[in-house]
């Protein structure tokens, strides 16, 4: 039995959903949602229908999954837990400190109409938290260490375009290969924010704008840069979207513990990803989730969920038994 | 309420199990059991009962989860079923052909009895499986990489020393780097068994034996060495002590796959391990499993289960509630 999607935003997010969709045999899309008129949306797939928002719930019947694309700030605080009154959903809500009060509001919504909802699901939130508790759980006595990068943050990309005099930038998070390389060491270094990352900005000027202030207030920013070595380059707009219009991250989940009667043995577990579309591979994983959301729903399952209360074998398009002879 | 273990067999992986016991406070050891006189095995915790495996079934109410901590190749097939009938059981069955059959007849009884039989949990099988498993999830279209060391292969030393005039070896797999750097750059290389890893030697000779014959039995050993580029040094048994007496391990699953509309997009996915001790390793796995079969068990579970099927959060001591604010 197929598991019928609804993604309900339409942005790069949601397209990576309709991409990701395709490439599971045992998901299909059924609509598209959108706050937008729906005649200005054009979607990949032919024959899907795209529906305005307040349509919703006329496909109750016709969808298993809805899963949410809309954005952490405002979007998905209210989304979530309104639509987990009527459906299973999927969201990827990434404020990770206030996580516990959205799983909460989700939780209560979700358990008293019996849906599953599935939230925070991604790599970061996602696969890098449970990595994080994988290698925990495992070697209780260590040190967990996540790096970003090199990749674009979209937020430390959007606070230099409100800079008096910026006419478009780009922001990638590095990570410092020294500091890396320590601690792949199993070394336990302490590291401050300015040791673990750096922040290169490619900005486009408007005319006339001063390019010496614009640099010093793009460094001194408090948060988002003022405790980072951050170097800030002049480009044309050409050159910003010939060379930086993807939307590549990745990053590095890292803990080094120790084991034996005396701790006299070290190991040191490293997850990497490596990624050219951010939002693609987060797609990937709601996708994925929608998946064990349905396969919950079906064991009479409700409430709120996480990748840490998932099992793996739930994400999976295989059977137990397949997982076993091929994969264990 | 602690998991008080049962540890059944105590070599390597028995005493990795003692010692992982001590690092993780909500676990406790109980009893060791052994095939040998109990006399004559003196195992580290202090006023912890050692013995004969005869006397288990005295344990059963004394005992959460045993950990079978015998070999695949004859004690595991035996055991996993049989104790299954009474206890709640961990092990690290690990003839990946062997499983489903393996899976099968524990699963057999431990239905009948009402136990959660936890098998085949470690590293390979068992952490790399679950990587193969979510990468796959997440990237359907992709390909997988499984590279072992470098580290100590017990079988491949075992059968070194069965080779008529050696007195002692030690086997090291290796992964090739430049097969490694083209995977990870996500080339998605065909490559063969000699392609991927080369094998390395440390033999210590018997008196008068012939170093030349030796080494051309070693290298053209079928199954074991014949298929890869293999190396041997002769060493004294000092160096052998001295150098090589440690068992570390570790390797690489790698997964490269692609994602969007035209498949234009590449991700790739990559879980190291670097291991000073493989048996420590593993049974910090097992211990972590038994506070996850302990928590299936209160919950009336029963059944053959594998990584795969555990909620990645049972494996943790932390609660759902400061896995969600710490970790996720």
Partial sequence: MNTRIGILGYGNLGRGVECAIRQNADMELSAVFTRRDPENVSILTEGVAVCPLAKVMEWKD??????????????????????????????????HARIP????????????????????????????????LYAGAILPEGRDYTFWGRGV?????????RVEGVKNAKQYTVPVKEALDAVRAGENPELTTRQKHTRECFVVLKEGADAAKVEEEIKTMPNYFADYDTTVHFISEEELLKNHSG?????FV???????????????I?????????????????????RAAHRLAREGGAGAKTLFDLPPAYLSAMSGEELRAKLL
């Fill in 62 to 95: 016709k969808i298993d999954v809805i899963i949410l694309c809309g954005g952490s700030a405002t979007d998905l605080p209210q989304q979530t837990p309104e639509y987990a009154k009527y459906f299973h959903v999927v969201d990827s809500f990434d404020t």
């Fill in 270 to 290: 490293e997850y990497q990803l490596k990624l050219d579309s951010n939002p693609e591979f987060t797609s990937s994983v709601l996708v994925a989730c929608a």
């Fill in 247 to 251: 939307i590549p991250h990745g990053g």
């Fill in 254 to 268: 890292i803990r080094s513990g120790v084991t034996g009667w005396e701790k006299e043995n070290r190991h040191v």
């Fill in 101 to 132: 009060e959205h799983f909460a509001n989700v939780d209560l919504t979700a358990k008293e109409s019996g849906h599953i909802a599935i939230i925070s699901a991604g790599w970061d939130p996602g696969m890098f938290s449970l990595n994080r």
């Fill in 153 to 161: 943050s979209q937020g430390h990309s959007d606070a230099i375009r």
